[in-house]
T-cell receptor, first 113, second 112 residues
Framework: GESVGLHLPTLSVQEGDNSIINCAYS??????FIWYKQESGKGPQFIID?????DKRQGQRVTVLLNKTVKHLSLQIAATQPGDSAVYFC????????????FGEGTQLTVNP | KAGVTQTPRYLIKTRGQQVTLSCSPI?????VSWYQQTPGQGLQFLFE???????NKGNFPGRFSGRQFSNSRSEMNVSTLELGDSALYLC???????????FGSGTRLTVV
């Protein structure tokens, strides 16, 4: 079936560097995308979302880019901090699927001090 | 405002037993979805309830079931537990659309 996938299972960066986490999706019917952060022992925490009528959205230290032509999603974290260490998931919601989300496999981000 | 509350946080059950997990959504949210998270399969959608009706269902066997009450609280039940059912079970609530989707901290189920 169709699913959302991440390019790298792990990513290690130095504190203060910018991080880029990538995600490829295959369902062209998806019109809403979300990035989640999950820390050990906790549920996924919302970071930022984007609808398919946009190609970029910015939050506090985070930016999500959407390229519908190649079905690619990325999360950029500026000035990465040790507290950003977690697993990051992208998720997609196809039109008409209600509240159902399809998740990618996750990228473990490690920030080295 | 209070977030999504899942109880219990941890459970240990024996193969063949059944288990019931509870989820209280954010006040005003009418949609509750359940997910299973395992290291091998990642986050997989179980089902969604909206206004006491199952609106979506994932690809899980009939041993997995759920329900939603008039106050939007939801329970999921797993009967005849198998070792492979060991997982983190997550509940998420929303107003009915994926926007504002908020997860609880999950129930860690271990089947021995």
């Amino acid at each position: 079936g169709e699913s959302v996938g991440l390019h790298l299972p792990t990513l290690s960066v130095q504190e203060g560097d910018n991080s880029i986490i990538n995600c490829a999706y295959s369902n062209s019917a998806s019109d809403y995308f979300i990035w989640y952060k999950q820390e050990s022992g906790k549920g996924p925490q919302f970071i930022i979302d984007i609808r398919s009528n946009m190609d970029k959205r910015q939050g506090q230290r985070v930016t999500v880019l959407l390229n519908k032509t190649v079905k690619h999603l990325s999360l950029q974290i500026a000035a990465t901090q040790p507290g950003d260490s977690a697993v990051y998931f992208c998720a997609e919601s196809p039109t008409g699927s209600g509240s159902r989300l399809t998740f990618g496999e996750g990228t473990q981000l490690t920030v080295n001090p | 405002k209070a977030g999504v509350t899942q109880t219990p946080r941890y459970l240990i059950k024996t193969r063949g037993q059944q288990v019931t997990l509870s989820c209280s959504p954010i006040s005003g949210h009418r949609s509750v979805s359940w997910y299973q998270q395992t290291p091998g399969q990642g986050l997989q959608f179980l089902f969604e309830y909206f206004s006491e009706t199952q609106r979506n269902k994932g690809n899980f066997p009939g041993r997995f079931s759920g329900r939603q009450f008039s106050n939007s609280r939801s329970e999921m039940n797993v009967s005849t537990l198998e070792l492979g059912d060991s997982a983190l079970y997550l509940c998420a609530s929303s107003s009915g659309q994926p926007y504002g989707y908020t997860f609880g901290s999950g129930t860690r189920l271990t089947v021995v």
